[in-house]
Nanobody, 118 residues
C-alpha cells in the first residue's frame, strides 16, 4: 500500500522557520518526483515545489528563495524547509507523488498544518 505521512507543522511568528517532513512507503521512492502542495481554507490546492529522483528542484514564484525542498532516498523521506514565513503561507501542507500536472488526483497524506501569525 502506498502511503505518505507528513509532519513538522506548527504555529510560528512571521519571519520564523519550520521544517516539514514526509515519510513515504509502498512504492519505489527514488524513481519518483515528489512535490509539496498546500491548501488554504476555502481555496484550491497550490503547488509550491518539486524534487526529481536525482535531486533537481523546482519552485513556485511565491516560495522561491524562501523554501528549500530536499530528499533522502535511503530513508524514503522528502523535506521542505520553510524560511522567512509569511502570514499568507498559512495552510495545510501535503507531500504528493509527481508534480503540478497530477496534484489534483495524486496520493497525499493527512497533511501538516502551518500557521503563521504576525
Amino acid at each position: 500500500e502506498e502511503k505518505l505521512v507528513e509532519s513538522g507543522g506548527g504555529s510560528v511568528q512571521s519571519g520564523e522557520s519550520l521544517r516539514l517532513s514526509c515519510a513515504a512507503s509502498g512504492f519505489p521512492f527514488a524513481l519518483y518526483s515528489l512535490s509539496w502542495v498546500r491548501q488554504r481554507p476555502g481555496e484550491d490546492l497550490e503547488w509550491t515545489s518539486m524534487i526529481t529522483g536525482d535531486g533537481t528542484t523546482y519552485y513556485s514564484n511565491d516560495v522561491k528563495g524562501r523554501f528549500i525542498i530536499s530528499r533522502d532516498n535511503s530513508k524514503k523521506m522528502v523535506f521542505l524547509q520553510l524560511n522567512g514565513l509569511k502570514i499568507e503561507d498559512t495552510a495545510m501542507y501535503y507531500c504528493i507523488k509527481g508534480g503540478v500536472a497530477t496534484m489534483g488526483s495524486a496520493l497525499r497524506g493527512q497533511g501538516t498544518q502551518v500557521t503563521v501569525a504576525s
